[in-house]
């Protein structure tokens, strides 16, 4: 019989210390062996006994404020046997009496088995860590006094913290007048990281403040670094990039782009050269440092997946991961209800997967739609770093474009856009649909994620998960069916806070059951339609299965009736006209998921 208890040291230790060999090969969790040298405790432990034999572990550690992570390890031979379950509920159970908003979990991405019995709890993807090395020894690095010219030719110079350090104490400031100047740097900088747990919190003031003077040393200078070992960039007397030994890679926003994190991974790479280390080894989830790592000769030799579970203690939806590697834009409040993936694409790859979408291509146009759906790389492609505006493994971004005289059939258009869907591809009824969306403010605009019913429309029946036509404040849902299409009274609006509007982050989510559908944005609800409401005013046409569309209207019939706008264009003014001429007008995607069950 599985027993599970608080851990107690050093009385557990060994049974622990077992379980770990077991189940991770001595690697990858902390090990119970290092916990009592530790300044950084867990807050609470569990270990679920099979009589004197270790069955699982589980630590609930808090990382910050409301923040909790946790570490869940199950023997390998006691899996599939309600183990993992067990502690999980403690977890669960213990962590709102601390306090605790959101929980958060790491996981191999190679580990199918643990994500999916995490997922199918409520725990949600939020974003993806790359393990990379270097072997040094095989490491180029001749371009280093080329990438130092470089950043030069920008005013920019190399230098390391030992030597910041001795100009400072010359010039009679001391050490910690560097540190400070450190201090604000990595905040900059971390503001452009992503948060691998975006809780509703994050825009409270100070939610992510920089770290403390001494966690900050620790950081840059790990056990056993030396401070000739971290290169700073530096402009002027600021400081704009650092990288060393053990110590992570961090560019000030406005320098990224300019060549500075290649510089400074190059100057790490030949200091690493010239004092016999073997190899270097580093982590990150930024689109832009991965791929300056990769052309460096850095490989990947694994992926984390970091995941976040907001408590419903909190008042809020379930969203978190374990396993041995440590189980620990703003990616929602409200991720999909819990249940098993069908379909997921985060558009990480280096062009759109065909396998999932279908690009389509129209000569002709609906709804007195000002624009003609073209496939090419201008109006749907994928995008990365800055671009990708805080999408932490990349964003799928779908352009407008004025392009006068396009040929349609039988008339010409002067904007060409782009629209996907999964159409013969992925086609499910029933479930939860949901998409991370940032959208542009712009008159007329008309972006969309929607559902519809292979066949005749309206009869199969659509579903409009998101619906904006270019103001910011709100975004509506609708119901499409025979008896209740075009003007249909199964609708409604959204208005969002005014700091946290349409040109952010949200996710837009339908959970689609035999009985209703309820939409949500982020944790709102924004409408729910019950089979009763449907047949009000017509046959109920959500038995059928459909498939999911993204794309970018301009203009017509929906956008005219709120803006009133005729000319130059029905439904799109001259501002916004001159807004898709400077290439602004755009609607990226971070993620789309389908679950069914839960």
Known sequence: ?????????????????????????????????????????????????????????????????????????????????????????????????????????????????????????????????????????????????????????????????????????????????????????????????????????????????PPAAERLRQILLPAGASPDGLFLAVEGERYVGFAGLGAPTGVHPARRNAGVATALKLRVMAHARAHGVPALHTNTGSGAMLRVNEKLGWRRVGTEVRLVRVLAAAGLTMLAAAGCAGAGGRAGARAPAAGDVVFFDDFDGPALDRSKWGVEVWRTTVNDEQQAYVDEPGTIALV???????????????????RPGVPMEGFTLDFVSGRLDTRGKMEFAYGTAAARIKLTAGAGLWPAFWALGTGDWPATGEIDIMENVGEPDWASVALHGPGYSGDTPLFNRLYFPPAHDATAWHVYSVEWRPDGLTFRVDDAVAYRATRPMVEHYGRWSYDNPKFLILNLALGGAYPLKTNGVRTPYPGLPAETVQLIKDGRARMLVDWVRVTRGG
Not at 386 to 402: F, K, P, S
């Open 1 to 209: 019989m599985i027993d599970v208890r608080p851990l107690l040291l050093p009385d557990d230790a060994g049974a622990a210390l077992a379980l770990f060999d077991a189940a991770c090969g001595g690697a990858g969790a902390q090990r119970p062996d290092s916990w009592e040298a530790e300044d950084d405790r867990p807050t609470r432990r569990w270990l679920a006994a099979d009589g004197p034999h270790a069955a699982g572990y589980a630590a609930l550690w808090r990382v910050r404020d409301r923040r909790f992570r946790i570490d869940a390890i199950v023997h390998p031979a006691r899996r599939r046997l309600g183990v993992g379950t067990r502690l999980l509920a403690t977890l669960v159970d213990a962590a709102p009496t601390l306090g605790a908003m959101t929980l958060q979990a790491r996981a191999d991405a190679r580990d199918a088995e643990a994500l999916g019995f995490l997922e199918r709890r409520g725990f949600r993807e939020t974003m993806r860590m790359h393990r990379l090395e270097l072997a040094v020894a095989d490491a180029d690095i001749a371009p280093l006094a080329a990438a130092e010219a470089r950043i030069a030719a920008r005013g920019l110079r190399l230098t390391t913290l030992a030597g910041e350090l001795s100009a400072a104490a010359r010039a009679g400031r001391g050490e910690d007048d560097v540190w400070e100047r450190l201090r604000t740097l990595y905040g900059d900088v971390q503001e452009g990281w992503p948060d691998p747990d975006p809780a509703p919190d994050d825009d409270a003031p100070g939610a992510r403040q």
């Open 384 to 402: 990365r770093g800055i671009e990708a505006e805080g999408a932490a493994n990349g964003a799928l971004v779908i352009r407008a474009q004025h």
